[in-house]
């Protein structure tokens, strides 16, 4: 895989080219939401994988995995995937990519929680108070002092779905394929948010011409992410390749600077840091439990 001998490294590797690639994707939804309104990008995040996600999903299993599924699961993801997807796009149009991130960071935390209740899984006092620790590291991202939290608080409602629905794929996954619900989160999300631009003003505006390889990016830099953090999880342990997730703060701080050269405020790394290290914290603790 990728010309590497060892399946450790070569699952390092794999996670960070799919997290170098969704941050990339990111960016070029950052530059769309400009133009767009956020229901229409959210749209087309999803209309511009719908095609990609449909071969893979033929190609790795056929057309039955996809028909004999727990769908009321896969519609709540679905639902969720609208909601998660459009907040993410008003968080990025307001915010820069590194805010976002910090504060999006929060979600291993979330999914700690929805844990100790959906899955009846067991969290001890030391994982609280790095759960604790890693929310007041929101504080250090966004001051309660500084007006303006209808965006981060958007960015967190995203981390929010987004724990939600890693839990559910936890549950879902006991029976279903990973490219079914691959499939019908990306197929409801492209659905679900068409629909609501089509009903919300300003409603559906024509596509520039220019940005149609923007588009194309989206779709091809969405589906090598997507492909590197499940090959990543598939040949490689989850403590030794999950971390990993968190060097898409490095991307992030790249492309800000120099696409919108923006640099990012001490508060903001340090958010990041605290948050960071608290869902590190977990990952480890988790590593030695399984073990």
Do not use: N
């Amino acid at each position: 895989m990728l010309g590497i001998k060892s399946e450790r490294l070569a699952g390092m590797a794999s996670m960070l080219m799919g997290v170098a690639s969704f941050a990339c994707m990111d960016a070029a939804l950052k530059l769309l939401s400009t133009d767009y309104p956020l229901f229409q990008v959210a749209a087309l995040r999803g209309l511009a994988a719908l095609p990609v996600v449909f071969t893979w999903a033929m190609y790795a299993g056929g057309p039955r995995q996809l028909v004999r599924i727990r769908w009321p699961l896969h519609l709540i993801r679905g639902v969720l995937s609208v909601f998660m997807m459009a907040t993410f796009i008003y968080g990025i149009q307001k915010l820069s990519l590194a805010k976002t991130y910090a504060l999006f960071f929060v979600a291993p935390l979330l999914i700690a929680i929805f844990s100790t209740f959906m899955l009846g899984e067991r969290v001890i006092r030391a994982q609280w108070v790095a759960i604790v620790i890693g929310f007041a590291g929101v504080l250090f991202v966004r001051p309660p002092e500084i007006a303006g939290w209808v965006a981060p608080l958007a960015i967190l409602g995203c981390a929010l779905c987004y724990a939600f629905s890693s839990v559910l794929v936890k549950i879902i996954g006991r029976t279903d394929t990973t490219q079914s619900m691959v499939f019908w989160m990306t197929c409801m999300l492209a659905i679900g948010a068409t629909l609501l631009t089509l009903l919300v003003p300003p409603g559906w505006k024509a596509i520039h011409s220019e940005h149609y390889l923007l588009i194309g990016g989206i779709a091809i830099t969405g589906a090598i992410g997507q492909w590197g953090i499940t090959e990543a999880f598939k040949h490689a342990p989850a403590a030794s390749v999950a971390p990993l997730e968190y060097s898409g703060m490095a991307w992030v701080l790249m492309i800000d600077f120099f696409v919108w050269s923006v640099t990012p405020e001490w508060q903001t790394l340090l958010g990041a840091a605290v948050i960071i290290g608290s869902g590190l914290y977990l990952l480890r603790f988790e590593s030695r439990r399984a073990s």
